[in-house]
């Protein structure tokens, strides 16, 4: 990912995203990663043009406040539950890895949307257990 193809997303699909996820009022709040690119000011700026909130004071290296880490979760789930019996070809993973999202997107709504919107949950449990093992 480089900054430019960042900026270039957020333009085009982000916004569009968060008006129909929240209608034309509600600002998204957005928690990304450290990745040097995604933070460059360009990308802040398309962030904030796209009516987001980047959360720029959580930690790091936290996979229980991430929501895409229980994304990739979800998805290496799919992918090992449908692994072929031998070796594959790029294609055919690819088409796999297609069908998983798609599997995912349709069997799993609820659980991809629990994960973009129980932000302040995991927070509240992560700060509870004092740096234990977080459900998430």
């Known amino acids: 990912m480089s900054a430019e193809r960042y900026e270039e997303l957020v333009r085009k699909k982000l916004g569009e995203w ?66 072929p019996a031998s070796l594959e070809t790029r294609s055919s993973f690819l088409r796999r890895v297609r069908h998983a999202i798609a599997w995912l997107n349709e069997t799993k709504h609820n659980d991809l949307m629990s994960l973009c919107n129980n932000q302040k949950v995991r927070a509240q449990e992560v700060l509870s257990l004092d740096g234990a093992k977080s459900s998430f």
Not at 20 to 29: I, L, N, S, T, Y
């Open 18 to 83: 968060r008006r129909e996820a929240f209608g034309d009022d509600v600002r998204a709040h957005v928690v990304q990663d450290h990745e040097k690119c995604l933070w460059k000011p360009t990308c802040l700026q398309a962030l904030k043009d796209a009516k987001c909130f980047v959360v720029d004071s959580f930690p790091k290296h936290s996979p229980d406040l991430n929501a895409i880490e229980g994304v990739w979760r979800l998805l290496k789930e799919r992918l090992e539950a449908t692994a």
